[in-house]
């Protein structure tokens, strides 16, 4: 981990039900959290007003995606302004499943990350390789045109998480190495110092996302460029994610 403070967010993807997720928020309000650690979970929209009001405060709650502008007639989307309204102060934004199952692109994403932060939501940034497109040895120009498309859209940083996520890691049990993720780490905060600004590389958490659970995280967590995690599969189960969140203590 670097200086900057610790980042854990809980992704529930589109798992839950009234009963399961009650019981998970009874799971997190039980646990003990290390105070060096940002920790945020997204549950799908419809539980977000339900995870408000009976999560403890000391965790913040993210939506999954929104809307890429002002709400109005965009049948079966939710505005920025209506997570902001139900007390929402995260989205997560360019998922590789909305990316690669819905197939949303750079410059879609890129627009909603503006609109979301001029809303005062917080952004996770997220990017990240397929598989073939790391063996073909483009993983590096994968992620900065995705960076690039973010970097075109965002002028104040503050408030935006990077999420390191290669889609071959994600949901697969096939976690990257902690030199892997390094690697990409390092990487993006030289591309952020080069095309943004060394304040901003210096300053911005860049967290890993991708099969991490509560075994693996400490290692991970060791890397100097790993600022924390995305958490997936793992994020559903309290006394794991308890463990991911303080990994780096
Ligand atoms: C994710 O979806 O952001 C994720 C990292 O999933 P998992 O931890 O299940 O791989």
């Given at each position: 981990a670097?200086?900057?403070?610790?980042f854990?967010g809980?992704?529930?993807?589109?798992?839950?039900?009234?009963?399961?997720?009650?019981?998970?928020?009874s799971?997190?309000?039980?646990?003990?959290?290390?105070?060096?650690?940002?920790?945020?979970?997204?549950?799908?929209?419809?539980?977000?007003?339900?995870?408000?009001?009976?999560?403890t405060?000391?965790?913040?709650?993210?939506?999954?995606?929104?809307?890429?502008?002002?709400?109005?007639?965009?049948?079966?989307?939710?505005?920025?302004?209506?997570?902001?309204?139900?007390?929402?102060?995260?989205?997560?934004?360019?998922?590789s499943?909305?990316?690669?199952?819905?197939?949303?692109?750079?410059?879609f994403?890129?627009?909603?990350?503006?609109?979301?932060?001029?809303?005062?939501?917080?952004?996770?940034?997220c990017?990240?390789?397929?598989?073939?497109?790391?063996?073909?040895?483009?993983?590096?120009?994968?992620?900065?045109?995705?960076?690039k498309?973010?970097?075109?859209?965002?002028?104040?940083?503050?408030?935006?998480?990077?999420?390191?996520?290669?889609?071959?890691?994600?949901?697969?049990g096939?976690?990257?190495s902690?030199?892997?993720?390094?690697e990409?780490?390092?990487?993006?905060?030289?591309?952020?110092?080069?095309?943004?600004?060394?304040?901003?590389?210096?300053?911005?958490?860049?967290?890993?996302?991708?099969?991490?659970?509560?075994?693996?995280?400490?290692?991970?967590?060791?890397?100097?460029?790993?600022?924390?995690?995305?958490?997936?599969?793992?994020?559903?189960?309290?006394?794991?994610?308890?463990?991911?969140?303080?990994?780096?203590?």
């Amino acid at each position: 981990a670097g200086s900057g403070k610790f980042f854990v967010g809980g992704n529930w993807k589109c798992n839950g039900t009234k009963e399961s997720i009650s019981k998970l928020i009874s799971d997190l309000n039980a646990a003990t959290l290390e105070n060096d650690v940002d920790v945020v979970v997204a549950p799908p929209f419809i539980y977000i007003d339900q995870v408000k009001n009976s999560l403890t405060d000391r965790i913040e709650v993210s939506a999954q995606n929104t809307w890429i502008g002002k709400g109005g007639a965009f049948t079966g989307e939710i505005s920025a302004e209506q997570l902001v309204d139900i007390g929402c102060q995260w989205v997560i934004l360019g998922h590789s499943e909305r990316r690669h199952v819905i197939g949303e692109d750079d410059q879609f994403i890129g627009k909603k990350a503006a609109y979301a932060l001029s809303q005062n939501l917080k952004v996770m940034a997220c990017i990240g390789e397929l598989l073939e497109e790391r063996e073909a040895g483009k993983t590096f120009d994968v992620c900065f045109k995705q960076m690039k498309a973010f970097a075109d859209n965002i002028t104040n940083w503050t408030d935006v998480v990077i999420a390191y996520e290669p889609v071959w890691a994600i949901g697969t049990g096939k976690v990257a190495s902690p030199e892997q993720a390094q690697e990409v780490h390092a990487a993006v905060r030289d591309w952020l110092k080069t095309n943004v600004s060394a304040d901003v590389a210096s300053s911005v958490r860049i967290i890993y996302g991708g099969s991490v659970n509560a075994a693996n995280c400490a290692e991970l967590a060791k890397k100097e460029d790993i600022d924390g995690f995305l958490v997936g599969g793992a994020s559903l189960k309290g006394p794991d994610f308890a463990t991911i969140c303080n990994s780096v203590t």
